[in-house]
C-alpha cells in the first residue's frame, strides 16, 4: 500500500523522444508537486497542484507539461527530451498543515542518452 | 530570492553526537523542515520547525532560531543507517507555501 507512487521507476530514452510519469497518492492529500534532483543532489520544485489546479510553475521549459485529471494524480509528460533533462524526479504530495511535510515517490530516474 | 546553505559533506563515529547546521536568508519566512535521504530513495520527513527553540524526537532534535535565519538537526547515538543525506528546506508564507531545498549535507557514520 504505497503513499505515493511513481511509474516508471527508471527509463532511458533518447533525445527527441517524448515521455510521461505518472504518479498516485493515496493519502488524500490536495496538493501534489513534482521536483528534480540533478546530479548534485539539488532538490528543485517544478510544478504544484492543489485540487487538478496549477498553483506552482517554476522556470521550467513548456517542454514540461504536468497533467492533473483528479486530486490523486499528478503525472509528467516531456516532450523533445534533451540530455540535460536527465535526473531523478520525484513526485511528492502534502495536506493543508505543512507541519507533517510532504510524502515523497520513490523517484523516477530519467536518462537521456 | 532565497539562499539556503549546509555543509557539504560530514562524518561522524558511530555512537556519537552530530550537529549539521542550515542557515538561510529569505523573505516571509514561515518554518524550516529537515529531511533524511538515503542514497537512491526519496526523502523522507524528520522535522518542521515554526517557532524558534528544540525540539525532540527520540535521537534526533532540530533547533531553530529565526532572529538569525539559523536552524540545526542533532543526531544522537549515531547509528550506521543514520548515514544519509540531511536536506534543510524552507517555507515560506503566503497561499500555498513554496518549499525550497538546500543542497543537502551528506553525512557518513563509520565504525
Known amino acids: 500500500d504505497t503513499a505515493v507512487s511513481q511509474t516508471p521507476k527508471y527509463l532511458v530514452t533518447q533525445m527527441g523522444n517524448d515521455k510521461s510519469i505518472k504518479c498516485e497518492q493515496n493519502?488524500?492529500?490536495?496538493?501534489m508537486y513534482w521536483y528534480k534532483q540533478d546530479s548534485k543532489k539539488f532538490l528543485k520544485i517544478m510544478f504544484s497542484?492543489?485540487?487538478?489546479?496549477?498553483?506552482i510553475n517554476e522556470t521550467v521549459p513548456n517542454r514540461f507539461s504536468p497533467k492533473s485529471p483528479d486530486k490523486a494524480h499528478l503525472n509528467l509528460h516531456i516532450n523533445s527530451l534533451e540530455l540535460g533533462d536527465s535526473a531523478v524526479y520525484f513526485c511528492?504530495?502534502?495536506?493543508?498543515?505543512?507541519?507533517?511535510?510532504?510524502?515523497f515517490g520513490s523517484g523516477t530516474r530519467l536518462t537521456v542518452v | 530570492g532565497q539562499n539556503i546553505d549546509q555543509p557539504t559533506e560530514m562524518t561522524a563515529t558511530e555512537g556519537a553526537i552530530v550537529q549539521i547546521n542550515c542557515t538561510y536568508q529569505?523573505?516571509?519566512?514561515?518554518?524550516l523542515f529537515w529531511y533524511q535521504q538515503h542514497a537512491g530513495e526519496a526523502p523522507t520527513f524528520l522535522s518542521y520547525?515554526?517557532?524558534?527553540g528544540l525540539e525532540e524526537k527520540g535521537r534526533f532534535s532540530s533547533f531553530l532560531s529565526r532572529s538569525k535565519g539559523y536552524s540545526y538537526l542533532l543526531l544522537k547515538e549515531l547509528q550506521m543507517k543514520d548515514s544519509a543525506s540531511y536536506l534543510c528546506?524552507?517555507?515560506?508564507?503566503?497561499?500555498?507555501?513554496?518549499?525550497?531545498f538546500g543542497t543537502g549535507t551528506k553525512l557518513q557514520v563509520i565504525p
Open positions: 497542484y492543489n485540487n487538478k489546479e496549477l498553483i
Open positions: 511528492a504530495s502534502s495536506q493543508g498543515d505543512r507541519a507533517y511535510g510532504y510524502t
Open positions: 528546506a524552507v517555507s515560506r508564507r503566503g497561499g500555498y507555501q513554496k518549499v525550497t
Open positions: 529569505t523573505s516571509g519566512f514561515n518554518g
Open positions: 520547525n515554526v517557532l524558534d
Open positions: 493519502l488524500g492529500h490536495d496538493t
